[in-house]
């Protein structure tokens, strides 16, 4: 939406989006500033109204400097928010110069592309932005809070200045820089983020503390290369549901990106990961989606699941995301197996809680399963589809 005022410019643009949730993990970065994955990961993207971030970005003139409100409250531009805005300025405006004057609705673009700069006496730096997002699930819990909220501002700073579609790529490369598995929060369905090249992976390992020292060429090169997209759609899914059970809505003791550092500094198994089982488990996982054999994808999802948490306590010092409640649905979901005719795929990212992945035709079972073994008091911690379908389970049973 654009408006404009007197002397003031408004281009105001909102985007939803929701965690995606990793079937195979991504843990480790080849390099820390670019955020280059050592391994390619894949997941499903979320579609459930109380697991979503809601960005809107406001390109306006009327300011003097960025605005940004979590939740409702105005909060510093640092950290991460701080190295999106200030690549996005240095590096994708400046390359894309004139590509990237906002346009105005109805308006044929070299018109408005004049008028603007017009306005502005040539001067794009008068744009300010101010960026609300707000989260309708607890914020920094392991729920891939900042994954969802990343997207959503890099898609809408890609729409406020109306970019082409040629440079989509770009957006994926602007998420990575905020959080990883961001970049494939961008899109619906299956997302696949692609990690760096065996070749490069084991020039890192062979160096002593794996620092490895890379050209700028090389660092562009694997900047496009390590982009997310999507390889299934949403319709690939619908004999699945996919549930969060929470445990708790506390802040996570060891965040990610601290862990996977830990664990690529001192974990072997890391290594074997990166170079033999993760591209191993996202073709498997893509061919028993394709083939729509659930048993297989539940026996792959689970097995990486555990591989990533059997690399946490590889760790020096251990990290353990895994607590009672985490283990007990494990064994809970393993023993269900005999009963069902399609297994469930539970997955654990760095906190406790479980996602699940069940076969509609069990979901009313498997979650009246769960609720009575592990006595929830109240079904708050189930996402809201989930408590629905107990519900109605429940009633039927009456
Ligand atoms: C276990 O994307 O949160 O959820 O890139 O450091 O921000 P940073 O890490 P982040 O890590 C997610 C790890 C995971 C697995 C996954 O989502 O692939």
Known sequence: MISVKGDILKVKTTYETSPNIALVKYWGKFDEEYILPLNSSTGITLSTEDLQTRTTITLTNKYKEIKFLLNGQPHPVSGRLKKILKFFEEKTLAALGEELVPLQEGDNQETKRKNLKEFLNGDLSQLKLKIKSVNSFPTASGLASSASGLAALSVCLFDVYHMKEEYDFQRSVIARLGSGSASRSIYGGLVEWTGVPHQFLQRKFETKNNEVQLSEQEYEQLSKLCIAKQTHN????????????????????????????????????????????????????????????????????????????????????????????????????????????????????????AVLLVHKNHTPQVLRAIYEAFSIADTDSLNSRAQQTLKQAMEQEL
């Open 234 to 353: 949403e319709t690939f899914f619908e004999d699945l549901d996919v549930f969060v059970v929470a445990y708790s809505f506390e802040s996570k003791e060891v965040p990610s990106t601290s862990g996977m550092l830990q664990s690529t500094q001192t974990s072997e198994l890391l290594k074997y990961r990166a170079l033999n089982t993760a591209h191993v488990h996202i073709a498997g996982v893509k061919k028993a989606i394709e083939q729509k054999d659930y048993n297989e994808l539940a026996r792959l999802v689970r097995l990486d699941s555990n591989q990533f948490h059997a690399v946490c306590l590889d760790t020096t010092p251990p990290i353990f995301y895994l607590n009672d409640f985490s283990k007990n649905m494990i064994n809970f979901i393993h023993q269900l197996d005999s009963a069902l005719e399609y297994h469930v795929a539970y997955t654990f990212d760095a906190g406790p809680h």
